[in-house]
């Protein structure tokens, strides 16, 4: 049973950067695809990235458009855990921000980033980015 914890949301300025944490227990390599998701008041849950490790330290990562050359994901096996990085902040990047896990894509796939797709999740951390 995977367990997620996220934290690290904070109140930040525009144009700044914030680095959100998932502790993952239970986390097996090549078992999950692993994402971020958010959502603010009235809106969907809205994928923002996703990293399939098929294998120990190979990593397929994907973005939604919006965050893009902003955002980084990236896993940290050792401590089964999950971090997205955030640059260049801007207050449509508000939102409460969930770590999930769902079935892996395969040994050399991609996840998508849709939210029916994933079946634990985490309590969720808010990000409120101020102009």
């Known amino acids: 049973q995977l367990q997620l914890a996220e934290s690290g949301g904070e109140v930040v300025q525009a144009g700044g950067s914030l680095v959100l944490s998932c502790a993952a227990s239970?986390?097996?390599?090549?078992?999950?695809?692993m994402a971020w998701f958010r959502q603010s008041p009235g809106e969907e849950r809205e994928g923002v990235a996703s990293l399939n490790e098929p294998k120990w330290n190979r990593y397929y990562t994907a973005y939604a458009d919006s965050v893009k050359d902003r955002f980084i994901i990236s896993l940290d096996d050792r401590k089964n855990a999950l971090y997205l990085k955030m640059n260049r902040l801007d207050v449509e990047d508000s939102g409460i921000y969930y770590c999930a896990a769902g079935r892996s894509a395969g040994p050399k796939s991609y996840c998508e980033i849709s939210p029916q797709l994933y079946t634990y999740w985490g309590q969720g951390t808010q990000v409120t980015v101020s102009s």
């Open positions: 239970g986390y097996t390599t090549g078992t999950y695809c």
